[in-house]
């Protein structure tokens, strides 16, 4: 099926729509998944902290926030990814990498979730974390060109 941009209460233009849709896939495959319909939704601080409040009685700013609308019993990968570009523009420059880089860390990152991927217990965390760093090699190995991280390991992370 497909992979969908989509933008809500920001002006953004996704430029590499094409390389993450083949990653996006490329991972699903290789964690067992078929590809259902994803749509990543990038949008504002505001936009997302109220989706954050309404759905899941959270009172915070995130990153990203992940619905998983997938069949697991027929491992068919499908759901939204809300992405909220300040915090990702905040996270990068925290964590001194490119807004690029953070960016494609989130989109994974929620895509993992969708594929079953916990993160709530440290081991979990631990793992995620170790799945994001795997499918970063394989999108920078797949695209030369993008300006690589200058870490894929950053222990303070907490996303």
């Given amino acids: 099926m497909s992979v969908n941009y989509y933008t809500e209460d920001c002006d953004f233009t996704f430029r590499g729509k094409g390389k993450t849709t083949a990653w996006i896939r490329q991972t699903a495959q290789q964690e067992g998944w078929r590809m259902g319909a994803v749509s990543i939704i990038f949008c504002s601080d505001p936009y997302l902290l109220e989706i954050n409040r309404k759905y899941l009685q959270h009172d915070y700013f995130?990153?990203?926030?992940?619905?998983?609308?997938g069949e697991a019993e027929q491992h068919t990968l499908s759901g939204d990814l809300m992405i909220s570009l300040d915090t990702v523009r905040e996270n990068a420059q925290q964590f001194g990498v490119t807004f690029e880089n953070?960016?494609?860390?989130?989109?994974?990152?929620?895509?993992?979730?969708?594929c079953g991927h916990e993160d709530k217990t440290p081991q979990d965390f631990d793992r995620m974390k170790a799945l994001e760093n795997q499918y970063l090699a394989v999108f920078y190995a797949a695209n030369p060109e993008s300006p690589t991280p200058r870490s894929t390991q950053n222990p303070n992370r907490k996303s």
Avoid at 102 to 114: A, C, T
């Fill in 102 to 114: 953070e960016l494609q860390r989130v989109i994974i990152h929620g895509i993992l979730h969708l």
């Fill in 62 to 69: 995130t990153d990203i926030i992940t619905f998983d609308y």
